[in-house]
């Protein structure tokens, strides 16, 4: 058995905490970086395993998948996230 770190967003582990570290403010389904990944709006287009992206208000999904901070997006359990910080402070 092995102590590894893993990242907070995605299944990624590793056993140097330094590249968890640095991989955590990049990864593709950090809510900050709003990614198609973690987009409401995103489906899968492709089928029989390939992968393609779609987007239900057919923004740019490319640009969506490769760089984030797509205008249109929306995470799915905002509201949930919403309740949870309340809670967090008390409200
Ligand atoms: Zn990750």
């Known amino acids: 058995m092995k102590q590894v770190w893993k990242c907070d967003h995605c299944s990624k582990t590793d056993l140097d905490p330094d590249k968890i570290l640095k991989h955590e403010p990049e990864c593709s389904f950090n809510k900050m970086n709003k990614y198609c ?28 998948e490769d760089e984030g901070n797509c205008p249109g997006w929306v995470y799915e359990y905002i509201d949930e996230d919403r309740d949870n910080k309340l809670n967090e402070l008390g409200i």
């Open 37 to 64: 990944y973690t987009c409401k709006f995103s489906y899968e287009e492709g089928y029989g395993g390939e992968h393609i992206p779609g987007c239900e208000i057919r923004l740019d999904t490319y640009k969506g």
